[in-house]
């Protein structure tokens, strides 16, 4: 469904992504694990072209998207729930639920797109007149997720979900996360929380300094030795 | 006291006006974040145009009303196009320098081809004047001030309420996390400029038939409407218009208690006052 070709990515003199080649396959949840700084963001921000700078191919369902603007790729059904949230602090939940529906592909389902993510997130409903900037960590997180929800995603892409959240939260998020793919939504997890992220996975893949060094299935890296050395501290 | 209520109505019928020609300053740099310093130069451009229409048809500036907001949204598009877009990822000196050598280029274009002369429209309502209780007012002076405030408020209202609107608060707040959503980032700040260059164009022609026409008039009105915006918080649609009105009254009061050399002095003093002591503005916070 989704398939990186030799991606090297470059932020002024230093390359942040090294010939980074990746699939993802139509009803899977895959993960890219790393530590900071590995890259993990940037290629993130490569597919959703809000960074231009990179040679390679991406490619969504059969077609070349690595010349798209940003709003082009979201018109795919390609989209991101971004590191840090990144919601419009000064409008209402309800507000940024719905410009998560901005695009022609999503705008007339909105309505119905609103109801649906009201009732897998009542929160939000609740919430629905306040500012989101005055959301908590974990509310702001489930508000960005539905905010993703609303443009009725083909794939959908996290960045860091887990990032400063409470463990009772963060497992919150990735029972919601297996839900979301269970509904037929793809998934592409990016996460530092290794351990969660793999228990989730289909498949993952190891990113360190901008290199895939690992490739294999969810339970096989929990288990292998490397990972656990590296990331887990076993 | 009769007096004091005039003068003080008489400065919020002007600071309609000054509302009317801030809200796309605050407009366009919350959105695209460009300070444009040409922004008054197009308050010119719309007061010519409407002088020119009414030489040439005998059109006064409400007939042609249509037309003159039709031609400076094209004449906003274009700057955009050949001018702003280009820049929109440059520093912000780059821009403001920009800016002022476009405010530059256009008030010496039209001293070049319209020379210096007051250019003035004298329509029949010119002097007309209606009576409000035992006050008077000029008669455009209330229907620049209805339709100035009319225009600010639909402006807020199309933010608030509309998709668009939402979109462009969106982009204001979080440019990248906006593009996420799937809006066209360029072709927004391109529709904010527009809206921008036409309502302070809309401003020019509701005050061309009572004010005349030079090169530099607008500069007068670009410096009004940095203060106004500044007042009313930077970015703040209703900021803006609510600036706009204080130094309405401001200068209109500074003018009957101490004379009308103050006025200015009046509200460069106040717009002192407020980067001293609140610097975001009169409803900001910090």
Redesign the interface.
Known sequence: MLKLKNINSFYGEVQVLKDVSMEVNQGEIVTVIGANAAGKSTMISCI?R?VTSFRGEIEFEESRIDSL???QV??RGL??V?EGR??????TVR?NL???A??K?S?GSRKDRLEYVYSILPKMKERANQMAGSLSGGEAQMCAIG?GLM?DPKLLMFDEPSLGLAPIVVLEIMELIKNIRKEGTTILLVEQNVRQSLKLADRAYVIENGKILMEGNGKELLNSSEVKKAYLGI | MEQVLQVLISGILSGGIYALASVGLALIFGVVGLVNFAHGEYLMLAMYIAYWIYNFSGLDPYQSLIINLAVMAVIGYITFKVIMERVLDSDHSIQMLLTLALSMVLQNLALMFWKADYRNIRIDMTNDTMNLGFLTFNTPRVLAFLIAIGASVLLYLYLQKT?TG??M??IS??G??????????KRTYGLAFVIGTTLVGLAGLLISPIYPAYPTVGASFSTLAFIVVVLGGLSSVPGAIFGGLVIGVVESLAGYFAGPAYQQAAYFLLFILVLVFKPNGLFGRS
């Open positions: 959703s809000t603007r940003p709003d979201v018109e989209i991101q971004p990144l919601l419009f602090p000064k409008l507000e719905e410009l998560g901005f695009s592909r705008r905010r443009a | 998709f939402a979109a608060r969106a707040q979080n990248k996390a906006a593009q996420l959503m799937g809006i066209n980032i």
